[in-house]
Nanobody, 116 residues
Framework: AQVAESGGELVQPGGSLRLSCAAS????????INWYRQAPGKERELVAS????????NYVDSVKGRFTISRDNAKNTVYLQMNNLKPEDTAVYYC??????????WGRGTQVTVSS
C-alpha cells in the first residue's frame, strides 16, 4: 500500500493551493483520510479529515472557512483546497489513510510555504 501527497509549493499570502493525496493498495472508499501538517519546531497537527463516504468532514478551527477537503473515490484521491493562505499555514502537509482494523498508511509529505 502507498499514500503520496503532491501539490505543495511556494505561494504568496492570500493565495491558493490544492493538495492531492493519492492512495493505492488500500480499500480507499472504506478509508478515512486525514490531512496533517507539521511546522518547524511544532508538533504535527490534524488539519482536516473526511470519512470514507465523503459526507462527514472535520477541520481544525484555524482553517475553517479557508480549507476544503474532498474526495474522488473513483480516482482514489483526496484533495485539500486551501484558500486565503497565511504565513502560519507554512508546514509540511501529510496524508494518512486509516481503516478500522487495518494498518495506517502515511505519505512522505509535501511542503507548503506561504511567504511574500
Amino acid at each position: 500500500a502507498q499514500v503520496a501527497e503532491s501539490g505543495g509549493e511556494l505561494v504568496q499570502p492570500g493565495g491558493s493551493l490544492r493538495l492531492s493525496c493519492a492512495a493505492s493498495g488500500v480499500a480507499f472508499a472504506l478509508s478515512n483520510i486525514n490531512w496533517y501538517r507539521q511546522a518547524p519546531g511544532k508538533e504535527r497537527e490534524l488539519v482536516a479529515s473526511i470519512a470514507g463516504g465523503g459526507r462527514r468532514t472535520n477541520y481544525v478551527d484555524s482553517v475553517k472557512g479557508r480549507f476544503t477537503i474532498s474526495r474522488d473515490n473513483a480516482k482514489n484521491t483526496v484533495y485539500l483546497q486551501m484558500n486565503n493562505l497565511k504565513p502560519e499555514d507554512t508546514a509540511v502537509y501529510y496524508c494518512k489513510a486509516a481503516q478500522i482494523g487495518r494498518p495506517v498508511y502515511w505519505g512522505r509529505g509535501t511542503q507548503v510555504t506561504v511567504s511574500s
